[in-house]
């Protein structure tokens, strides 16, 4: 036996069989696997798993207003940029959950997100109640660029669409069946601490985000 086999041998001894460590893998991912632990915070349901988004979200300098359906949308919006003293204008993506509404006074431009955008609108996949995070996954309906580009970014979701935790996250995204190229979980706009800790928001994107939380 050369040097060779005896070192690739000694390492395949060392993992053990392949088709036994897949089969552990599968059975990890599969319908049978155990679930993990839970803390107490993921483990929300109803109106308090929606409220507990709210409470987390805004904890890390997010803003949250509810609105009873997405035809709401556009004067919600005209609302949170004249109050923000942004122009009537945003930029999206192909959602849609958008198309077809009446935007009035608001200008919607799409595409991908462009640099020093005043203002950018986009549509969570889901959310984790637990941390008040979003989850947003790429494409040409929320381009990820709308996700950090934008000064303000606006979020669309759905009250359903809100987990208790980051495990049922994960899940909802397994079963959706979509492969887009990035999901990225945001929690509250961008910032730093890492001159003097002093908190700065805007530091690497967005420097304010809004959730327009809509009721089924």
């Known amino acids: ?28 991912l599969g319908a049978g696997r155990q679930p993990s632990l839970k803390p107490e915070i993921a483990l929300t349901d109803g109106a308090e798993r929606v409220e507990r988004f709210i409470a987390q979200a805004e904890a890390v300098q997010a803003t949250v207003s509810r609105h009873a359906a997405v035809s709401e949308l556009p004067a919600a919006l005209s609302d949170q940029l004249r109050n923000r003293n942004l122009p009537q204008a945003v930029r999206a993506g192909s959602e849609p ?45 929320n381009p990820v660029t709308l996700t950090f580009l934008g000064e303000t970014h606006f979020v669309v979701l759905k009250a359903s669409e809100i987990e208790a935790g980051y495990e049922g996250v994960w899940d909802r995204f397994r079963k959706s069946g979509r492969d887009p190229r990035t999901l990225n979980l945001v929690t509250g706009p961008s910032r730093t601490a890492d001159i003097e800790q002093k908190l700065e928001l805007g530091a690497h994107g967005p420097v304010a985000l809004h959730i327009f939380l809509v009721n089924d």
């Open 97 to 141: 959950d958008f198309a077809g509404l009446d935007w009035g006074g608001v200008e919607v431009s799409h595409g991908k997100g462009r640099v020093d955008e005043p203002a950018t609108l986009s549509r969570a996949f889901c959310a984790a109640a637990e941390t008040g995070t979003l989850a947003l996954t790429s494409g040409p309906e």
């Open 1 to 28: 036996m050369s040097a060779r086999d005896r070192i690739l041998a000694a390492a395949s001894s060392k993992l053990g069989d392949a088709k036994s460590r897949k089969a552990a893998v599968d059975a990890r």
